[in-house]
């Protein structure tokens, strides 16, 4: 068993040290006598670091698949992403990294390409997190429609309602919990936001039900509409979505380096994809039952004034702050792994960040900076982020672990294990590719009123 002292870094490079030697910043000596985090505590983590702003976007996958195709390949996913974090597992050996096994199969180059594929993966995610944020409170515009936010609607245009008020003021409730050097003393709040999304799932349901009584929603699809499309090819725009919602392979090393037992992380994994593809199934179908084809790729824009769902604003406010708040809470955790795998990137071979106060300070500083400007600067992160879903979340969680298998550095992969692998990196590239190449076509020739070239920036 891993002892507590062996820790795990967002991005070690093939230098993997002694059994005793701290790796992850929050991990050192003067905690090695803590207790260990419980599975519990594990699967709110995990949970947290699936359930983020992707399940935004199930709803509009939903629209371009249909309800059971939609479902299947959300199962799908969820099977691919177990069995990957299976494959890191295995070949975890000692105090290891998600970047120390890309090391042992392809040296240095593969571990600092692991780092670069989760650093500019978590810059696009937390951009995002903190625009859905600001949409929320602030309103949004979309071309000549615009959505109003939930202060302006509240108490009307005012100075302190504006976007650049909130996310400051959001900015004040995270700064503490960013400053955490523990991944396991965010279990608290990382539960909070699995309920804030359980709370949100409830309340779609709720204006689902009501929809249906006050007649007002669109009976769903059960599968695709041709019609609408503008090329088959464009229903594989829905895949890099669904991928990118359980894209978090970087923050099984570091969850797992806090549990008691570490050969619990498994049964962590299992339960919190469990949860979360319910969470998403949920979602997506209420999403769509409610706004039918008018789904847009945020579907938390769509609860306003203006949705014609004919349900009580006070509902819709509720969803969109309850899945606000849910945002507010998960964006420290990848926070935290977005700030050790530049520390790695950036400062191989130093002292552990953790006890570096200064660069600590600093880099979470910088960072914060850097995630505020592009909030600030840029209105809607969709378009700048179209097809990261497609090349950084495909590669982080199932490419990368399917050529680890593959490379096999310690001889224990089974052929089955290889089949398997080859399987989730000739399926991640084919379904990529169609879904770049049709996302490319869509931002050429716009041909079907509604579709959908921004889905892989979910």
């Not at 002892?3 to 991990?27: H, M, R, V, Y």
């Amino acid at each position: 068993m891993v002892s507590k002292k062996s820790s795990i870094a967002g991005g070690g490079g093939g230098d993997i040290g002694a059994a005793e030697t701290p790796l992850l910043p929050e991990q050192y000596a003067a905690e090695a006598a803590a207790p260990g985090a419980s599975v519990l505590g594990a699967m709110f983590n995990v949970s947290t670091s699936v359930v983020g702003a992707g399940i935004m976007s199930i709803p509009a996958a939903m629209r371009v698949l249909g309800v059971a195709p939609t479902v299947a390949l959300v199962v799908c996913v969820a099977l691919l992403a177990n069995a990957a974090v299976d494959f890191m597992l295995r070949y975890t050996r000692g105090p290891s990294s998600y970047a120390a096994l890309m090391g042992d199969a392809f040296g240095r180059a593969g571990s600092r390409l692991l780092n670069v594929f989760v650093a500019f993966n978590a810059i696009g995610t937390l951009t995002v997190y903190l625009i859905i944020i600001g949409d929320v409170m602030s309103g949004t515009t979309s071309g000549e429609k615009t959505h109003a936010g939930v202060l302006p609607e509240w108490f009307g245009q005012q100075w302190w309602t504006g976007r650049e008020v909130v996310l400051v003021a959001a900015a004040v409730i995270l700064l503490p919990l960013v400053l955490r050097k523990r991944v396991d003393s965010l279990k608290f709040t990382s539960a909070l936001s699995i309920l804030l999304a359980v709370v949100f799932m409830l309340i779609s349901l709720g204006i689902a039900v009501y929809a249906l009584f006050s007649g007002t929603a669109k009976m769903p699809r059960m599968f695709p509409d041709f019609s609408r499309l503008s090329s088959p090819f464009e229903l594989f725009t829905a895949v890099p979505v669904i991928v990118v919602a359980f894209t978090f392979h970087f923050n099984v090393h570091p969850i797992r380096a806090e549990l008691s037992k570490t050969s619990d992380m498994k049964a962590a994994v299992r339960i919190s994809l469990v949860l979360c593809a319910v969470i998403y199934v949920a979602v997506g179908f209420f999403g769509f039952l409610l706004f039918g084809d008018a789904t847009m790729a945020d579907v938390l824009a769509n609860f306003d004034r203006s949705s014609g769902a004919g349900v009580p604003q006070a509902l819709n406010d509720a969803a969109r702050l309850s899945y606000a708040l849910h945002l507010v809470l998960v964006f420290p955790l990848l926070h935290f792994s977005l700030r050790v795998n530049v520390d790695e990137l950036l400062f191989p071979g130093r002292r552990p960040l953790a006890t570096d106060t200064r660069r600590f300070v600093t880099l979470t500083a910088v960072l914060m900076a850097v995630l505020y400007a592009l909030a600030f600067a840029i209105p809607s992160i969709w378009t700048l982020f179209e097809y990261s879903g497609s090349t950084f979340a495909v590669c982080i969680s199932l490419i990368f672990p399917g050529a680890i298998v593959l490379r096999d550095a310690h001889g224990i992969a089974k052929r089955k294990d290889k089949a398997l692998a080859a399987t989730m990196i000739i399926l991640a590239v084919i379904t990529s590719s169609i879904a770049i190449a049709s996302n490319i076509m869509s931002s050429i020739s716009v041909k079907v009123e509604g579709a959908m070239p921004q889905l892989a920036s979910m």
